[in-house]
């Protein structure tokens, strides 16, 4: 059974900095293109970005609204998808969520989220 | 950036009645290179995460019930319910991921009538 589950969020003030952690598991991590994304209380959804399969070239891909200020790793040897945000705002309060893709879309998989307040 | 819009933004369609949500592209999402669609469908029910239905456009994710079919090519989609159950109540959205950065559409509300 294919499982992702994501931790780290939390309240955080303006400019502050967090990182988040996706552990995977049920599926080949090291061939899944992994993705984030967001969703705004009572709002749509929000691609952050990718990071694609080592044997896919590895690439990373951002957001406009993030780039810049969020960082998008992998460690295959965990099973462990990350993001780190810095310079956070007030706007990107939301649900994340961390997406496998292992072979139909980039979400074919999607964790149960983490929730990140930022708040003064 | 390709933008995605659905029509409607809410739907309320009585029980075993067929259900249509429509996505647009501003730019068409079909590879040219093997003919396909890079154009999916999601639910999202409330309190949970997304849930993959329909991917390529047509072709249904495994264990998705027939009653839920997708079509269309190019920059126009459908997703369609043929017979609504109770527990289709939720809110669809269609992404494209065609091209960085992958967008969704805003969303459709489908409620029972």
């Known amino acids: 059974e294919v499982q992702l589950v994501e931790s780290g969020g939390g309240l955080v003030k303006p400019g502050g900095s967090l990182r988040l952690s996706c552990a995977a598991s049920?599926?080949?991590?090291?061939?899944?293109?992994m993705s984030w994304a967001r969703q705004a209380p009572g709002k749509g959804l929000e691609w952050i970005g990718r990071v694609k399969s080592k044997s896919d070239g590895g690439t990373i891909d951002y957001a406009a609204p993030v780039k810049g200020r969020f960082t998008i790793s992998r460690d295959d040897s965990k099973n462990t998808l990350y993001l780190q945000m810095n310079s956070l705002k007030t706007e990107d309060t939301a649900m994340f969520y961390c997406?496998?893709?292992?072979?139909?879309?980039?979400?074919?998989?999607w964790g149960q989220g983490t929730l990140v307040t930022v708040s003064s | 950036d390709i933008v995605m819009t659905q029509s409607p933004d809410s739907l309320a369609v009585s029980l075993g009645e067929r259900a249509t949500i429509n996505c647009k592209s501003s730019?068409?999402?079909?590879?040219?290179?093997?003919?396909?669609?890079?154009l999916a469908w999601y639910q999202q029910k409330p309190g949970q995460p997304p849930k993959l239905l329909i991917y390529r456009a047509s072709t249904r994710e495994s264990g998705v019930p027939d009653r839920f079919s997708g079509s269309g090519s190019g920059t126009d989609f459908t997703l369609t319910i043929s017979s609504l159950q109770a527990e289709d109540v939720a809110v669809y959205y269609c992404q494209q991921y065609y091209s960085t950065p992958i967008t969704f559409g805003q969303g459709t509300r489908l409620e029972i009538k």
């Open positions: 997406g496998a893709g292992t072979g139909a879309t980039d979400f074919d998989y």
């Open positions: 730019q068409s999402v079909l590879k040219r290179s093997n003919n396909k669609n890079y």
């Open positions: 049920g599926f080949s991590f090291s061939n899944a293109c």
